[in-house]
């Protein structure tokens, strides 16, 4: 399947240049087929079969196991969340924090990967330190002044606010050298650029299927590197019988890996779309689907003066940033012509995202709006 065919089943292209996967990715009618007849089964033959909590169960297990597909991991060391922000805040009320820990996060961190620090700081008294970069660059000496006195340091691999990527396994050696765990905001990759986690590296990678992977919402999901619940003594904030091995057991016992981060009941649906999403994604291809993102994008940027271009001239990704003088009307002026971007709290620019189901001809129509 080639993404232009795969195109040709996602219902809100049909009438729109849509440029927007960085926020929300609409989905294929394969994804929302999958997610529509998990949940009828569910439903409606379930309980009058194995039952409607193991039916539930085999579509975690095939989710989990395509999640770890996707990352290079192994099943145990994903669990399934709602949301980057749901997993990030998992992660934040598992550690023992005492007061005076120290979490280090960078400038470029999307809300996700600042209020959950902002509270603990508050409630805990731990310390938050912000790490200054310019232009969607982390100066990796910075990171190493900071490790020093870090207890964790959350970054995003690809930064949401210019497109860059940043250099996850050099920031992760810094801060393993230091002692510090490191938490990686992931969200703007899987779906556009291929990821190993093994070769991050990282303690803790979070994010969701329902941007540039095309799933639907609701179905986040988690990385937890092996051996690490037992060398940090990890303890989830909430408990429930998916967090546990025996629950009807007299003394509970947490799973022994990331499952520990899941808790009780949860739709069905958005995991076997997510599971769906990966299929078209592996059935398309990461390669195809990245060089294709890279020759729309750099047609993007060519069009664009240096003036205008905030994100790397040179690929990284396909969220370009672009400068205007009026983010918001920009925005509803280029949606009055069926383009749909995105402005940005900071700075001061509209995002356009790219993706393989684009064409030339959508980009082109956003560089003449321009």
């Avoid at 905001?185 to 992977?213: E, I, M, R, S, T």
Wanted: glycine letters at 8%.
């Amino acid at each position: 399947m080639t993404p232009l065919e795969l195109r040709e089943t996602v219902p809100a292209l049909e009438s729109t240049a849509y440029l927007n996967w960085g926020a929300g990715g609409p989905s294929p009618r394969r994804v929302v087929d999958a997610a529509e007849s998990a949940l009828e089964y569910h439903e409606y033959e379930a309980p009058a079969n194995e039952g409607q909590y193991p039916a539930a169960f085999d579509v975690y297990d095939e989710a989990r196991a395509s999640v770890a597909d996707l990352l290079g991991a192994d099943a145990d060391e994903i669990a399934l969340t709602e949301s980057t922000t749901d997993g990030i805040n998992r992660v934040a009320g598992a550690i023992d924090w005492e007061a005076g820990d120290v979490v280090v996060r960078t400038d470029l961190e999307h809300s996700a990967g600042i209020l959950p620090w902002q509270r603990l700081e508050d409630e805990r008294g731990i310390e938050v330190r912000t790490l200054e970069t310019e232009r969607g660059r982390l100066d990796l000496e910075s990171v190493k002044a900071a490790a020093s006195e870090a207890t964790l340091i959350c970054v995003s691999s690809l930064t949401w606010t210019h497109g860059t990527r940043l250099p996850i396994s050099d920031i992760v050696d810094v801060a393993h050298d230091a002692g510090a765990l490191v938490l990686v905001d992931a969200v703007q990759a899987p779906g556009q650029l291929p990821v190993d986690v093994g070769q991050w590296g990282a303690d803790f990678v979070v994010a969701a299927g329902h941007k540039w992977l095309c799933a639907p919402f609701g179905s986040g999901f988690l990385y937890v590197r092996e051996g690490l619940v037992r060398e940090r003594n990890l303890v989830p904030p909430a408990i429930g019988y998916r967090s546990v091995v025996d629950e009807n057991a007299v003394d509970y016992r947490y799973e022994s890996g990331a499952k520990r981060f899941e808790v009780a009941t949860s739709s069905p649906a958005p995991y076997a779309g997510l599971t769906a999403a990966i299929d078209c994604l592996e059935e398309t291809g990461i390669e195809t689907i990245g060089d294709r993102i890279e020759t729309l994008t750099d047609r993007l940027k060519a069009g664009l003066s240096d003036e205008q271009l905030l994100s790397p001239r040179r690929y990284e990704s396909g969220l370009v940033t672009i400068a205007v003088d009026e983010p918001e009307p920009t925005v509803e002026r280029l949606s009055e012509r069926g383009i749909v971007v995105r402005s940005l709290p900071g700075p001061e620019a509209i995002r356009a995202s790219v993706h393989a189901f684009n064409t030339r001809e959508e980009v082109d129509a956003l560089l003449e709006c321009l």
